[in-house]
């Protein structure tokens, strides 16, 4: 008998180990969503507004580092909240600022889900479908012939759900560098509108109003965002063209 063979028991509680850290975040996320929804909202910016930038004023180091930390758990865990918290750092910190520590938090809250759910799942899925055969390992050879371009249209696309584009990629085994970048530089484009909403947030609460993230689908914001989709898919329409010539 090898003695260097790990026993079955031991395999077991190896494997429900690596699945914790998605179990964890998908926990949080329901919980979350029944209990917090009413809580990160707009309203509460509104009513503790004036302790927040009290806060900014006396202490801005901390209350930039609690803000990328609130922001990352949101993402990471999934709760509501997502947008509050991108308009909300544009009030806070600025457009610039705002932009920049917008991109930050959700990339870390992006990164979190994603290697949660490579160690879990992801790792077994990606290895089912490295050994199977027909369609599936051809849409996966697709898919990494391409993965910049696919990984940048699912976050360019505004129709993609943020969540979507962060566990999809781990479960089909993406490389993590091309998703870290992908992530920082695709979530640019909608965080800037997202941070400039926020930048006006006091002069619509003074209005007693509350913002309207309908912006985004205006088309002069929309359209610019498409084209950069359109951008990170022509390679792959380029491909396709000559593929079929080829035929």
Excluded: C
């Excluded at 089909?172 to 992908?182: D, E, H, P, S």
């Amino acid at each position: 008998m090898d003695q260097t063979t790990t026993p079955a028991p031991a395999r077991r509680k190896s494997g429900l180990l690596r699945h914790l850290p998605l179990a964890v975040i998908l926990a949080v996320a329901v919980i979350g969503a029944v209990t917090l929804r009413d809580y990160l909202t707009f309203d509460t910016l509104r009513d503790h507004r004036e302790a927040l930038l009290a806060l900014r004023d006396s202490h801005f180091e901390i209350l930039a580092l609690g803000f990328v930390g609130v922001y990352v758990l949101i993402v990471a865990f999934s709760l509501p909240g997502a947008a509050v918290a991108s308009v909300t750092g544009g009030f806070l910190f600025g457009l610039g600022l705002g932009t920049a520590l917008n991109v930050l938090a959700a990339s870390l809250g992006a990164v979190a889900i994603f290697l949660a759910a490579r160690a879990g799942l992801g790792r077994a899925l990606a290895a089912r479908i490295e050994t199977s055969e027909g369609t599936l390992k051809r849409l996966k050879q697709g898919l990494h012939e391409h993965e910049i371009s696919v990984l940048l249209l699912m976050r360019l696309v505004p129709a993609v759900p943020f969540f979507v584009a962060n566990l999809v990629p781990a479960l089909v085994g993406v490389r993590f560098a091309n998703f870290a970048l992908t992530t920082v530089l695709g979530i640019i484009p909608g965080a800037i509108v997202f941070t400039w909403i926020g930048v006006g947030l006091g002069e619509v609460f003074d209005r007693g109003e509350s913002p309207d993230l309908s912006l985004l689908w205006e088309p002069q914001i929309i359209g610019p965002i498409l084209g950069l989709a359109a951008l990170a898919a022509l390679p792959i329409v380029i491909k396709a063209i000559r593929g079929r010539r080829n035929i």
